[in-house]
């Protein structure tokens, strides 16, 4: 289950700013890159996607965010929350008719930022956007981290500095082709940009 909007900056700021959060080594645990110092965010703007974030510090926050949800829910302690991989983003963008583009067949500059604005956009505010389950976001905006390298899709490697894929598009890039379902992109995990963020999902991991 894929979050309904990219994470925000005032989200992640939760995070950065909690006493069990940024600086916590509990997060860190096993990424090659351990405590990555943040980049400020380029467009300070509560409700717009978190810029300026690599795969380490996402890889962090989910960490994070699936030992506060325990805390607070005994309703989700069997499920992990982290990045999606490009096969659970993929058919989230396609279902449930194998679509081009999450809204639908056919390419439309309507339906999301496309660069209009020249910066990211408040998520949630192209609704016509969405996918069959209201999921929105999924193209233009940022470009988005998965959890999979990306020229081995089956490798989750934390370890490693190996590239990490990118699925939906970003306000950057406002061509048919990069708003593609199926677009891919990839970026080393280190690397922190104002047009890449990531959103989340929820996997159930083990049995109540």
Same mark, same amino acid.
């Given at each position: ?9 005032? %989200? *992640? ?15 860190? @645990? ?9 980049? /400020? ?19 962090? *926050? &989910?960490?994070? +965010?699936?030992?506060? !949800? ?12 982290? +990045?999606?991989?490009?096969? %659970? ?6 279902? /449930? ?18 660069? @209009? ?9 192209? /609704? @016509?956007? %969405?996918?069959?389950? $209201? ?6 905006? #940022?470009?988005?981290? &998965? ?21 939906? $598009?970003?306000? #950057? ?13 990839? &970026?080393? /995990? !280190? ?5 890449? $963020?990531?959103? #989340? &999902? ?7």
């Amino acid at each position: 289950m894929l979050s309904k909007y990219p994470i925000t900056y005032a %989200q *992640f700021q939760a995070f950065i700013d909690a006493k069990d959060g940024f600086t916590d080594e509990r997060w860190w @645990q096993d990424l090659f890159m351990k405590n990555q110092a943040m980049f /400020p965010q380029r467009y300070k703007y509560g409700n717009h996607p978190r810029d300026n974030v690599s795969w380490y510090q996402a890889v962090a *926050f &989910c960490r994070w +965010l699936t030992f506060s !949800y325990h805390k607070a829910d005994l309703l989700l302690r069997n499920y992990e929350i982290r +990045l999606p991989s490009e096969q %659970q983003w993929e058919i989230a963008a396609r279902m /449930p008719d194998n679509r081009v583009y999450p809204w639908g067949m056919n390419y439309s500059t309507n339906a999301a930022n496309l660069g @209009q604005i020249g910066m990211t956009s408040t998520v949630g505010i192209y /609704p @016509q956007g %969405q996918n069959n389950d $209201g999921i929105e976001d999924m193209a233009g905006n #940022v470009w988005e981290w &998965c959890i999979n390298d990306y020229y081995d899709a089956s490798s989750t490697s934390t370890s490693s500095d190996r590239r990490k894929a990118l699925r939906g $598009g970003a306000w #950057v890039n406002s061509t048919e082709k990069y708003l593609r379902s199926t677009s891919r992109n990839h &970026c080393v /995990p !280190y690397a922190t940009t104002d047009y890449i $963020g990531f959103r #989340v &999902c929820a996997v159930k991991h083990y049995a109540s």
